[in-house]
């Protein structure tokens, strides 16, 4: 059975397709395409992240119930994710949603794959387990579902439609370009399909031809320019960054012999508006190689521009935003870690900074120190004056705490009227020392401070205690200052007592 013959444009056109799609592909592979499978990555590992810092976020409050119920909640709302389950590094699953155990398939390696991606959680700088999602597969696995894959059906879709525009343009183009008719006027034609504006020039400079895009350019390029220099024209080279006739684009590209392209010139309109060209100028041979003239195109990329700086003012307003929240942020967890009464820290934040300078102290047998003070008879306070009054008592022992340590130091409200305060890198001596004069400084100015209520006389009672090596938790540590705070009470009030085993406790005014 004898084929048909296929026409020659029917070739061309396959052939111009085939181009079209291999230069697709080719900019596919080299990255130059947009990546499907890396964006869904990224989607999908933001994602976990997110999820990952609110399990663990729900998981410090202890409270599983509700992240079991935010865990199904985003199951739900993101029709990729199958199932969610965080695991303890035992290997125990403390929280699951979807059919975790079916769609689960752990990483070999430990190392998250596309589709089942594992964020570690961690507790106290260390690793307590990980939140395990299981995606969606991202690529198909079936014919159909490749028939399905975007940058398939954008190869099929750009190869039909390449085929049938080339057809369609390169019969009119062949049908303008036939010898049998008058060249020139099917040339004009042709060109004045393009967008781009085309001006064709002799060797001399002279503009043999232009199109109809090109009269679009400036209300000055609408007059017929034929004959003219395009050095003249002022509206054209004042838009160029050099007005030197050897130096416009069109004259380099003929006396090189060499394309100049990406040439940009900003054409201002009478009206005050201007448009964003990208200039190239191509040099014309003949078959010996010989310049014969320059064709140069235009090409408008105004649109694209103001796009571009609509995105540069939304990405300012994003950074703008993210300042904002980044502060808001920082606000709440001030707020969260501190004692709404006093502003000093609160038991919680407390002991999360103690916890880490716990830690370096004992390793590097670095000096440490602890004071707990007691408000001296803070009761009857309340009982005269008022919890008003005996809350400003507070206020005013805190503010002489605080003008007495330093930065480093930390100091906490520890109880109704009881305050504890750690001292990094300091022994028992200096600790006697800064106890003994907060002690003086709280009698002499915390009651004048009170200035609701005049005459108040305001003491404490405070207890020092050091750091040893065979403390093994900070709250020992506390716990030996509370009872040397204790002896301190017994013996009187408005006094110091250090904690030392096997001594009497030592006293001071």
Request: glycine letters at 8%; hydrophobic letters at 40%.
């Amino acid at each position: 059975m004898k084929l048909p013959r296929i026409s020659p444009l029917t070739r061309l056109s396959l052939g111009l397709t085939s181009l079209v799609v291999s230069l697709l592909l080719l900019l596919d592979v080299s990255g130059l395409l947009p990546d499907q499978t890396a964006m869904v990555k990224q989607v999908r590992n933001r994602t976990s992240e997110a999820l990952a810092i609110q399990a663990a976020a729900l998981l410090r409050m202890g409270d599983i119930m509700a992240l079991g119920r935010s865990l199904e909640a985003v199951r739900e709302r993101d029709d990729q994710i199958r199932s969610i389950a965080v695991r303890e590094k035992t290997g125990r699953i403390l929280v699951a949603v979807g059919e975790h155990g079916r769609y689960w398939v752990a990483p070999e390696g430990g190392r998250s794959s596309l589709d089942h991606i594992q964020v570690p959680v961690f507790a106290n700088q260390q690793e307590w387990g990980a939140v395990e999602i299981s995606f969606v597969p991202a690529l198909p696995n079936t014919l159909m579902g490749w028939l399905r894959y975007p940058t398939v059906v954008m190869l099929l879709a750009m190869g039909a439609l390449g085929f049938v525009a080339f057809f369609l343009y390169m019969r009119r183009a062949l049908q303008y370009l036939d010898p049998s008719t008058a060249v020139p006027e099917r040339v004009k034609h042709a060109f004045d399909t393009l967008t781009d504006g085309i001006a064709i020039l002799d060797r001399e400079g002279r503009i043999m031809l232009t199109n109809d895009a090109f009269a679009k350019l400036h209300p000055d390029a609408t007059q017929n320019l034929v004959g003219k220099k395009l050095d003249e024209q002022a509206w054209l080279c004042g838009s160029l960054e050099s007005t030197a006739v050897e130096n416009l684009p069109w004259q380099r590209a003929m006396h090189a012999n060499a394309v100049q392209s990406g040439v940009f010139c900003n054409l201002r309109q009478p009206g005050g508006e201007s448009f964003n060209i990208i200039l190239q100028a191509s040099p014309i041979l003949d078959p010996k190689g010989v310049v014969r003239g320059c064709l140069v195109s235009f090409d408008d990329v105004t649109q694209v521009h103001q796009v571009n700086e609509e995105l540069r003012g939304t990405l300012a307003e994003l950074e703008v935003s993210r300042e904002q929240i980044r502060s808001q942020n920082e606000e709440l967890q001030h707020l969260a870690s501190r004692d709404p009464l006093t502003g000093c820290l609160n038991r919680r934040a407390f002991f999360d900074l103690l916890e880490d300078l716990f830690v370096v102290a004992r390793d590097q047998g670095h000096g440490m120190c602890c004071i707990m003070t007691d408000i001296d008879h803070f009761k009857q306070f309340n009982d005269r004056y008022g919890h008003a009054v005996g809350d400003e008592v507070i206020r005013a022992i805190v503010r002489t705490l605080q003008a007495g340590l330093r930065n480093d130091d930390l100091l906490c409200r520890y109880g109704g009227e009881e305050f504890c305060i750690i001292l990094p890198d300091t022994n028992m001596t200096q600790a006697l020392e800064i106890a003994n004069r907060l002690r003086a400084d709280v009698e002499e100015r915390a009651g004048r401070s009170v200035r609701t209520t005049e005459g108040l006389k305001i003491t404490a009672s405070f207890g020092v205690a050091a750091l040893g090596r065979e403390m093994r938790d900070p709250a020992e540590l506390i716990d030996r200052a509370d009872t040397a705070m204790y002896k301190s009470k017994k013996a009187g009030r408005n006094q110091v007592t250090s904690w030392r085993p096997g001594v009497a406790p030592e006293l001071g005014r």
